[in-house]
């Protein structure tokens, strides 16, 4: 490709790679890199077509602002053509969104205002009628409204599918989508539906999303939760159309992130956490065919936003997602069992600064002090602070001359009132038996124990 004048005539035109390390029984699989548009998504296509459509009606004036409830996703996109063309933009976003995300959409100089995402629509709180909210408040204001906004699933109809179409010469039997906003199930669908006749358009969807069930029985059911990022609903946008739409898989987040990190170990492509939903119900729907098809599903987005999530294998112990070995006692509380590798530690010959930016590093606040294998002591930020107050030269001071010493232990068989007891009196629950340390349970561990079991 040559020499471009703007990031915005990168977006689109993404390739398309089949998959060989697969089983996709008698199918052939590709996947459709979106991940490669400049904002690192899909929905880079719909800002542009949304914002210039918005331009067009008169809808948005020079200066004005535009807001958005949005996954993350179309707040990037949308960032991307704001700034290019001068607008101001807010964007609502749940507080169950990768970090990274928010922290990329951040950079981009975008007003984001954190809401809650333990409650559904009708609730102030909820992202979407937030977002409606401030642009009532705001004068000279225009909400995108993905959700409703019907220039969203044209992009599909007129853009996504007649490129698709041309990289696949025209032969396609199934093409396999998740649903955030509907946009690109509804514009694929009914263009396809248009151009390729015979082929079937699939669904997949996180368990707890009301869209499988809805396609497949007719039934909704009531919403429960997912992990995925930017997939699945708990109700039906007014842009959505899946009359089109032939059959709906509900996969599991477990099945999701364990595909997701199998499309970057066996295929060398690094997506997101909806990627791994999406290929998981594509493999399925491949193995169930009894004679070959051509399959496409999309990597919606990158996989670099989930390296603190989905890629983490702590994040994945805490939300009870890593399969461990269970013991039935405390030590299934330890986040970073001593023999699982995940452990971070110092000896008590290493000095301050490694120490710290080692918390830094893992983000946590007091480490474990090893050596040969048996723990000597504890070092916490106020050791590590108090270290260092007086004089700054102290950060190179050893771990062993500011590390606690006087360890108390617990017993893997011992009750969690005993650790409780430990955190009342401020002390670190230390889990031991006979010369033999298996990790810490910190009062964030126990607080991840009680919320995994709440049913
Ligand atoms: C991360 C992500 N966002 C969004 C979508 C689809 O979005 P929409 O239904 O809003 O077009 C997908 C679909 O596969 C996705 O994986």
Redesign the pocket.
């Given at each position: 490709m040559s020499i471009v004048n703007s990031v915005l005539e990168l977006i689109g035109n993404t390739p398309i790679v089949k998959l060989s390390k697969f089983d996709t029984g008698p199918c052939d699989l590709f996947i459709k890199l979106e991940a490669d548009n400049p904002g690192g998504?899909?929905?880079d296509r719909?800002a542009v077509c949304m914002i210039e459509a918005a331009e067009q009606e008169g809808k948005i004036k020079p200066g004005g602002t535009i807001i958005e409830a949005t996954?993350g996703?179309?707040g990037l996109g949308l960032g991307l053509v704001a700034a290019q063309k001068g607008y101001k933009l807010i964007l609502v976003i749940p507080d169950k969104m990768s970090p990274d995300k928010i922290r990329h959409i951040r950079a981009m100089g975008v007003d984001v205002r954190l809401t809650r995402s333990d409650v559904q629509k009708g609730h102030p709180e909820y992202y979407q009628d937030y977002a409606k909210r401030l642009a009532a408040e705001i004068p000279n204001s225009f909400f995108i409204d993905?959700f409703s906004n019907p220039n969203?699933?044209k992009t599909?109809k007129i853009d996504t599918g007649p490129e698709i179409l041309r990289q696949m010469d025209g032969k396609l039997d199934a093409m396999v989508?998740?649903?955030?906003?509907?946009?690109?199930?509804?514009?694929l669908g009914q263009y396809f539906h248009e151009n390729a006749p015979g082929c079937e358009m699939i669904v997949?969807d996180p368990v707890g999303s009301i869209l499988a069930d809805t396609i497949n029985t007719g039934h909704t059911p009531q919403a429960g939760s997912w992990l995925v990022?930017?997939?699945g609903e708990d109700f039906l946008?007014p842009i959505c159309d899946i009359s089109l739409v032939k059959k709906a898989y509900a996969i599991r987040d477990q099945e999701a992130f364990n595909t997701q990190r199998e499309l970057l170990q066996k295929e060398g492509i690094i997506a997101?956490?909806?990627?791994g939903?999406?290929l998981s119900a594509a493999l399925r729907y491949c193995r169930e065919q009894t004679e070959p098809k051509r399959v496409l599903t999309?990597a919606?987005?990158t996989g670099n936003k989930y390296l603190s999530k989905s890629f983490n294998d702590s994040w994945l112990a805490d939300q009870g997602l890593l399969e461990r070995e269970s013991h039935g006692d405390l030590r299934d509380l330890i986040a970073r069992p001593m023999d699982s590798g995940d452990m971070v530690t110092v000896t008590s010959d290493d000095n301050l600064i490694t120490t710290y930016k080692r918390m830094r590093m893992f983000d946590v606040s007091q480490l474990p002090v090893m050596d040969d294998g048996m723990i000597v002591g504890l070092i916490d930020e106020s050791d590590i602070l108090l270290g260092i107050y007086e004089d700054k030269d102290n950060f190179q001071m050893k771990v062993s001359t500011v590390m606690v010493t006087n360890l108390e232990t617990v017993p893997p068989s011992a009750a969690i009132d005993d650790i409780v007891n430990l955190f009342k009196e401020d002390k670190v629950a230390i889990i031991a038996e006979a010369g033999e340390f298996f990790g810490l349970i910190t009062q964030i561990d126990l607080i991840n124990h009680l919320r995994k079991n709440m049913g």
């Open positions: 998504s899909i929905k719909i996954a996703n179309t993905q969203n699933p599909h989508v998740g649903v955030g906003s509907s946009g690109t199930v509804t514009g997949a990022e930017g997939i946008p997101g956490s909806s990627t939903t999406l999309l919606a987005d």
